[in-house]
């Protein structure tokens, strides 16, 4: 990992600028020390960042920066689980990740996420949008499948599938929003329709005289959705931000 921070003190507001690039950060110790849970995401990451600012000015702070995450393999999360045995699609449960990039940039109080992809073998994630400082979501997303695993599905939900731009494959349209700490989305009324998943809302809910457990197995899957991580500056040794160019090995 190398990079510089620079500030001018003298100056009102003591604006600065730093830049930072690294390669083979593992990506296990990177969402521990920014909060995460370990172990969420495995494989070694690489990437850059650079941003300006105002000390004295929150307002004036603008960045950008990409990631890219290789021999990459996500956590099972309950939504995927829960998606991989309705669709009965093994490879949900776990995501062996072949391709794994974002591409971001910062404003005041902002972070834009422009690109996030994640592509496994058969299946391939992609998202956009919003994430405040506050926490607030809000990503627009895709989930798409080749005709070997869409093929497998059955028709009626097969048919909530339409065909992408991307010979072979074909996806539905998803939103995720909440915060951080408990996002939500629709993935599950996308995949299987909105018949189906009211069918499993009362399923996992229960009987309706025990109303403090109604679909509590739906709505912890889907607020179960992998966190955004956080830009790599945030999770930075201290070491890294001093007034004069560094390098570490």
């Known amino acids: 990992m190398n990079g510089y921070f620079a500030m001018q003190p003298e100056t009102e507001d003591s604006p600065f600028t730093t830049s930072v690039k690294f390669h083979d950060v593992l990506a296990d110790e990177l969402v521990e020390n920014a909060g995460g849970t370990k172990g969420m995401v495995k494989g070694k990451l690489e990437g850059s960042f650079q ?70 073998p058969n299946i391939r994630l992609t998202s956009s949008g919003t994430v405040a400082f506050d926490g607030t979501l809000q990503l627009n997303s895709q989930l798409a499948i080749n005709d070997r695993i869409r093929g497998q599905l059955f028709k009626a939900i097969r048919d909530n599938f339409h065909r992408t731009d991307d010979q072979g494959y074909s996806a539905i349209e998803f939103q995720v929003g909440g915060t951080i700490e408990r996002p939500s989305t629709n993935l599950v009324e996308q995949v299987v329709g909105r018949d189906i998943s009211s069918m499993l809302n009362s399923f996992f809910g229960g009987k309706k005289n025990r109303p403090n457990k109604k679909k509590k197995a739906v709505e912890d899957a889907t607020t179960a959705m992998p966190s955004p991580s956080l830009p790599p500056e945030a999770a930075l040794p201290e070491g890294t931000a001093t007034p004069s160019p560094v390098a570490s090995p």
Do not use: M, N, W
Request: charged residues 25%.
């Open 51 to 120: 941003a300006s600012g105002k000390t004295g000015d929150p307002e004036a702070l603008v960045g950008q920066g990409e990631i890219s995450l290789r021999d990459g393999r996500v956590q099972q999360y309950r939504l995927l689980v829960l998606l991989g045995q309705i669709l009965q699609i093994e490879e949900l449960q776990e995501l062996h990740l072949e391709q794994a990039d974002a591409k971001y940039h910062l404003r005041p109080g902002l972070i834009t996420i422009d690109e996030l992809v994640l592509h496994s």
